[in-house]
């Protein structure tokens, strides 16, 4: 299936052929696309989330200093700037 979309003139428009020309997205279209976008921009938070937690449960389970995986854990939490408040909630600093 071919699918192609291209910003003319400061408008969002489509085409599902490739030798057609380009015709505008309705504000439907459009209203449908955020609404993806905003369910996706919600999964990945989840998702996020739930790897740093584990990030989190790895870095308590092992030493960061003596073990591998905490080694890991440790960093990945540093590079990012986020650590843990003392009830275990997410905290980026």
């Known amino acids: 299936m071919y699918y192609e979309e291209k910003i003319i003139d400061g408008v969002l ?3 599902n052929r490739p030798r057609v020309e380009f015709r505008p ?3 439907e279209m ?3 696309k955020l609404s993806n ?3 996706l921009v919600s999964q990945m938070k989840t998702e996020k989330n739930t790897l740093l937690n584990t990030l989190h449960r790895i870095q308590s389970v092992y030493d960061w200093q003596d073990d591998f995986a905490g080694k890991i854990a440790h960093e990945v939490l540093t590079q990012f700037n ?3 408040n003392e009830n275990g909630s ?4």
């Open 13 to 15: 428009c489509y085409r």
């Open 25 to 27: 997205m309705t504000a």
């Open 30 to 32: 459009i209203t449908a």
């Open 37 to 39: 976008l905003r369910n």
């Open 82 to 84: 986020y650590s843990f």
């Open 90 to 93: 997410i905290v980026s600093e």
